[in-house]
């Protein structure tokens, strides 16, 4: 497992810095396989050094490539593959271990007017915060796909939000459910933008 300060969607494609030296053994064991291994967020403590509290519901992500240093540290770009709900935590030996198992709970949305009212929201979310933020907006970084359900995680993927949010979309267990909290949250997200906006002295 790598435990991480922010959430990682199914089919959301993300960078990772590896430098600690047992996420550097934890990426050779997993090249040696099948280049799986397990993300979740940080609820409270630091990722450095270890003594944080660790959530129990996060994404397998699959590696997609590998860049290496000549220090020993590395970037990986991973794709989260499906979400996981963690069993038990073992010993960190040499790096965070746990018993998950795939948490299919998932399911089509049941209205397709949903999905498209939804990705409107988000992309007028998009479009205010990178014109108020350019350099924050957060980057698709992937293809929307036709397919509902995976469209539905790559919404959650692109939409500024704060981390806490994230992992409220991540717990969702019903398509439908996640969708109309992103809807939720778009909806907060652009009063909050509009009223700074507000604020701000014309010139």
Not at 53 to 75: A, K, L, N, W, Y
Not at 176 to 190: A, K, M, N, S, V
Request: charged share 30%; net charge negative; proline share 6%.
């Amino acid at each position: 497992m790598f435990p991480l300060s922010s959430v990682v969607f199914p089919h959301q494609r993300v960078p990772l810095h590896v430098f600690e030296p047992r996420y550097r053994q934890l990426v050779d064991d997993v090249e040696a396989g099948d280049g799986r291994f397990g993300i979740c967020l940080i609820a409270r403590g630091s990722e450095v050094g270890g003594g944080d509290e660790r959530v129990d519901v996060g994404t397998i992500v699959q590696i997609h490539s590998v860049i290496p240093f000549t220090d020993g540290r590395c970037m990986l770009v991973v794709e989260g593959i499906e979400r996981i709900r963690v069993r038990q935590w073992l010993t960190d030996d040499p790096y965070p271990r746990a018993r998950v198992e795939v948490d299919a709970g998932d399911e089509m949305p049941s209205d397709a007017a949903l999905l498209a009212t939804t990705e409107a929201g988000v992309r007028s979310l998009r479009s205010l915060d990178s014109e108020m933020n350019p350099d924050s907006c957060v980057d698709v970084g992937c293809e929307m796909e036709s397919e509902p359900c995976v469209r539905a995680w790559q919404l959650c993927a692109m939409t500024p939000m704060a981390t806490l949010d994230q992992f409220k979309l991540l717990k969702q267990d019903r398509c439908d459910d996640r969708l109309r909290l992103l809807g939720e949250i778009c909806c907060e997200r652009y009063g909050d933008l509009m009223r700074q906006l507000s604020l701000e002295p014309n010139d």
